[in-house]
């Protein structure tokens, strides 16, 4: 039974809780969170479950085996290092840290200890980002083009971070799961209109032989949108996240050139429109399946894939974008 301490009992941490207490496997033995009031939503659902408002009580407990750290951005990096120095197994929330510093020292300290690292990238267990990675994997698509996304909506702001390390986040994370290769750099542009933080942002990734990829948040939308365009040599698809059904059609369509015989010269283009089918998505709770995947990963001592070094590579992008934006769009090479 592995035993967990959850820090953080905010919006996301209740989504914790529920999920690591009622796999088999499993069992949360304390929730902490400073502020005393999210107590009483806790004695809610889980009425015997012990609550603190020290963390110490989680990170210096013997008695725990993996701390899950769902707390502002700000503080992932001092509680998961907590952690790891007193011996716990690490579930951390997105992004990993607020530094690429801070995500390799965790790196370092969590090999040396040989305790093992989650990063809690959620979408990558959804049954949508599961079929995207196959159909790329197998060559469905072809050589990938672009991937291209969409993920606005008005609000919600935050205080601590900005817009790209709130929402591209996530975008981030997937585009490195499905496209599987080293970034080479990062142009981003945004700007700042209410909080002193960025609030609409546009981040362009480049990858080698000529894939490249854009991701589009903001939080000054006056609809949602979580769109995601993918192009191949052979085929493309469409994600829309908010559509209940058929969440990704893939598109027989494409485009090839050809020099025309009678003119050297020139090139002829031709389009080419077939079927678009929508395939069926595994119906799973991503959350489930992903906590499911960190007890498993711990009890046969083998690495998650979202592990400290992929969370790495999305801070690494995420300082990027940063670094990118205040020199308005100047691109920075990684
Ligand atoms: N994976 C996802 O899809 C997803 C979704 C939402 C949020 N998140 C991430 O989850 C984390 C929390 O986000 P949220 O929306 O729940 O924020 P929130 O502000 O609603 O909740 C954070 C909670 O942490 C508590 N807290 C702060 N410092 C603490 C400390 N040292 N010890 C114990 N508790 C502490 C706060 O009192 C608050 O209740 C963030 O990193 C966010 O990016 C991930």
């Not at 110490?56 to 790891?84: C, F, M, Q, R, W």
């Not at 510093?101 to 790196?107: D, S, Y």
């Not at 072809?142 to 390390?165: A, E, K, T």
């Amino acid at each position: 039974m592995i035993r967990i301490g959850v820090l953080g009992y905010g919006y996301w941490g209740p989504n914790i809780v529920r999920n690591f207490h009622t796999h088999n496997g499993s069992q949360v033995v304390m929730v902490c969170d400073k502020n005393p009031k999210c107590a009483e939503r806790l004695r809610k659902v889980f009425p015997s479950m012990p609550f603190s408002v020290d963390e110490n009580e989680i990170l210096k407990s013997p008695d725990i085996d993996l701390v899950a750290v769902v707390t502002p951005v700000g503080t992932h990096y001092e509680l998961a290092k907590l952690a790891l120095e007193n011996g716990k197994h690490i579930f951390v929330e997105k992004p990993f840290t607020g530094s690429v510093a801070q995500a390799e020292e965790l790196i370092e300290l969590a090999d040396k200890k040989n305790l093992k690292i989650m990063v809690d990238h959620t979408f990558l267990f959804t049954g949508a980002v599961k079929k995207i990675k196959e159909l790329v994997d197998n060559k469905e698509l072809g050589d990938l083009y672009y991937y291209d996304s969409l993920r606005v909506n008005l609000g919600l702001f935050q205080h601590d971070v900005n817009v790209i390390w709130d929402l591209a986040a996530h975008d981030l994370s997937i585009m490195d799961h499905v496209i599987g290769q080293k970034a080479e750099a990062v142009v981003a542009t945004g700007e700042t209109h209410l909080n002193g933080v960025e609030d609409v942002a546009f981040i362009t990734v480049y990858f080698p032989r000529h894939v490249i990829a854009h991701i589009n948040v903001s939080w000054l939308s006056p609809v949602k949108v979580r769109t995601t365009l993918i192009g191949g040599e052979k085929k493309m698809l469409v994600w829309n996240d908010l559509e209940a059904d058929e969440k990704i059609k893939i598109y027989d369509k494409g485009v090839s050139m050809c020099a025309n015989p009678s003119n050297l010269h020139q090139l002829l283009v031709s389009y080419r429109s077939g079927d678009m089918h929508a395939p069926q998505l595994e119906p799973i709770e991503a959350l489930r399946a992903e906590t499911a995947y960190f007890l498993q990963c711990i009890e046969k001592n083998t690495t998650p894939f979202n592990d400290g070094v992929a969370g790495l590579r999305v801070v690494r992008l995420l300082e990027a974008a940063d670094k990118s934006m205040r020199n308005r769009g100047e691109a920075v090479t990684l």
